[in-house]
Each structure stands twice: as structure tokens, then as C-alpha cells.
Nanobody, 127 residues
Framework: QVQLVESGGGSVQAGGSLRLSCAAS????????MGWFRQAPGKEREGVAI????????YYTDSVKGRFTISQDNAKNTLYLQMNSLKPEDTAMYYC????????????????????WGQGTQVTVSS
């Protein structure tokens, strides 16, 4: 059974940094797309960053480009999201997600493509 467990959220001031981690069990990072999504109160869940099998990034939402970096450690079966220069508009619940279908050449931030989800970790950025 696949389990994804996020950690690393918290409260920081604008301009600060956080690193989110997503530890997976029962799942192989090396064959599937994985990513980070977020959902702010009153807003729809959106894709933040997506990574291909093998570790190359596939997608960043425009608002985080140059500030966030997605990476993975296959040996530790852990996905990361390094978040720098945080802004109040980054405040949201952040979710780790993993695709349930083998890599088909595309890793895109389309929510139905991601079968497995973590419980979320809250990130709060104050001005």
C-alpha cells in the first residue's frame, strides 16, 4: 500500500525559506511522475512543481519559478520542495502527490493523473 507523508511546513516571514519533504513507502520514485500541489483557503488546488522519473523537473507554476526547486532522492524514497524567497501568497496547504500510471513521456500538473496523495503540510508566510 502506497503512503506519502509530508513534513517540513511551518510559519515563516516573507523572504524566508522552507524545505518540504515527502517520504514514500510502497512506491518507487524511479518510474512515475511526482509533484507538489497546494491549496489556499477558498481557492482550487493547483500544481506547484512536477518532477519526472529520473529527477528532471517537468513543471513549475509561473509564480514560483526561480524561487522553488523540486528534487528527489531515490535512495531515500523522498521527494523535496525547496522554497526560497517565500511570499505571503505562498501560504497554503502543500500536498505531495504521486502518479498511479507509468511514465508516458509527460508529467503534467493535472490532478486526476495523481492517484496517491499525502495528508498535507501547512505553510504560512507572514508579511
Amino acid at each position: 500500500q502506497v503512503q506519502l507523508v509530508e513534513s517540513g511546513g511551518g510559519s515563516v516571514q516573507a523572504g524566508g525559506s522552507l524545505r518540504l519533504s515527502c517520504a514514500a513507502s510502497g512506491y518507487s520514485y524511479s518510474r512515475y511522475c511526482m509533484g507538489w500541489f497546494r491549496q489556499a483557503p477558498g481557492k482550487e488546488r493547483e500544481g506547484v512543481a512536477i518532477i519526472k522519473p529520473g529527477g528532471a523537473s517537468a513543471y513549475y507554476t509561473d509564480s514560483v519559478k526561480g524561487r522553488f526547486t523540486i528534487s528527489q532522492d531515490n535512495a531515500k524514497n523522498t521527494l523535496y520542495l525547496q522554497m526560497n524567497s517565500l511570499k505571503p501568497e505562498d501560504t497554503a496547504m502543500y500536498y505531495c502527490a504521486a502518479s498511479g500510471r507509468p511514465y508516458d513521456g509527460r508529467c503534467v500538473p493535472i490532478i486526476p493523473r495523481y492517484e496517491y496523495w499525502g495528508q498535507g503540510t501547512q505553510v504560512t508566510v507572514s508579511s
